[in-house]
């Protein structure tokens, strides 16, 4: 005979299991069977500081990289960039970083659009999250193939007073990509962070040379 809360003890073992979100059901089946049905963690990022790899979830749970196949086209582009992470968590615990919560944030609005296959971004930088603003700095980067910089600015996590919407953001730089591609190869920069979108283009080597 089973203990009372014998399903509620498995249960409770099992999402102790870095690789598992929650136990969806326990189900007896008599006489001495259980059924039980698991949501396992997937990737939703991948973060990369100095020569070290990581994944996290869409939670920002810091995951095994071990049981997951890399390069996957599902999590690992683009990538997640910063200079200075707060301390790595064990597996199965949430890496508690402003940066990486921005970047798993953003990562989920580019896919959902499909922005990061159509503008080719490789890298959400967020070197500069939550940080002071005084330089003008943008919070994140957006690097693309082209090794364009969109500056997409704060994070929502920041609150940052009259700071435009990732949805207004998205309508900045399509507004762009209308006149310059999608690909950008013309663009050092594109500034998304104001109503009106500015941006920069790469100076030509008759420019160049003219200047010296």
Request: with cysteine.
């Amino acid at each position: 005979m089973y203990e009372n809360d014998l399903t509620q003890k498995i249960a409770e073992v099992y999402e102790e299991v870095a690789l598992i979100k929650k136990v969806d059901s326990i189900k007896k089946i008599f006489p001495n069977t259980l059924s039980i049905t698991l949501v396992l963690r997937k990737p939703a990022a991948v973060i990369k500081s100095g020569k070290n790899t990581y994944l996290v979830d869409d939670e920002c749970i810091l995951l095994p990289k071990e049981y997951y196949l890399l390069p996957n086209a599902e999590y690992d582009s683009p990538y997640i960039r910063g200079n200075r992470f707060s301390k790595l968590p064990l597996y199965g615990n949430t890496w508690d970083d402003r940066g990486i919560k921005a970047g798993v944030n953003l990562i989920k609005f580019l896919k959902a659009n499909n922005i990061h296959n159509i503008f080719k971004i490789l890298v959400v930088d967020v070197s500069n999250v939550c940080k002071r603003r005084s330089t003008g700095k943008s919070d994140i980067i957006l690097w693309t193939e082209n090794n364009t910089q969109i500056r997409w600015g704060c994070s929502s996590f920041c609150n940052e007073q009259n700071e435009l919407s990732d949805e207004e953001k998205l309508q900045n730089l399509l507004s762009v990509a209308k006149s310059e591609g999608t690909n950008l190869r013309q663009m050092e920069y594109i500034d998304v962070r104001w109503k009106k979108p500015v941006g920069k283009r790469w100076a030509k080597v008759d420019d160049l040379r003219e200047e010296r």
